[in-house]
């Protein structure tokens, strides 16, 4: 027999121990193992140690278990939190840029109007336009950018982990 053979025969040991082995793999390995008892004292030993381990599976210690459970739930929470403030956060996106749509015409006139009124030269009024249009953007991102710079929590109390 060539080393392949055993190598095969040692791997679906393995995965028959584990529970993973096809029809066709089986036979293989069953004729395999009425030859080589080599193989046979490999089946044996998988065997014996798979059946120890699920001998000796041990419970988590309670304690742990609640533990874990609390911090869940709190994760879940703050996850919750955050999503209503996005969704608080998208809908006053929206509102903002309806209404932004809805004004401009009116803003660009009062603008014009009021650079023809203080002899301001177009380009200025025109830019002074386009600065009210984004510099409520750019502070708003910055905001959010610095929020998201803090870490999430707030230094939580022993009873909340």
């Not at 994760?75 to 809805?102: D, F, K, P, T």
């Not at 030269?121 to 750019?138: C, E, H, K």
């Amino acid at each position: 027999m060539n080393q392949n053979a055993h190598e095969r025969a040692r791997q679906w040991i393995t995965e028959a121990a584990l529970g993973g082995l096809g029809t066709d793999e089986a036979v293989w390995l069953g004729e395999h193992l009425n030859s080589c008892p080599q193989c046979t004292a490999w089946a044996g030993l998988v065997g014996r140690s798979t059946a120890m381990l699920r001998m000796t599976a041990e419970m988590p210690d309670p304690g742990l278990v609640r533990a874990t459970e609390r911090s869940a739930r709190l994760y879940a929470r703050r996850l919750e939190e955050r999503e209503a403030r996005n969704r608080w956060l998208m809908a006053s996106c929206a509102m903002a840029a309806l209404w932004g749509a809805l004004l401009q015409p009116y803003l660009w006139r009062l603008f014009g109007w009021l650079g023809a009124a203080t002899d301001l030269p177009d380009p200025v009024w025109q830019t002074a336009f386009v600065w009210m249009w984004v510099l409520p953007g750019i502070v708003g991102a910055l905001l959010l950018v610095g929020r998201r710079w803090q870490p999430d929590w707030k230094g939580a109390a022993d009873d909340d982990i």
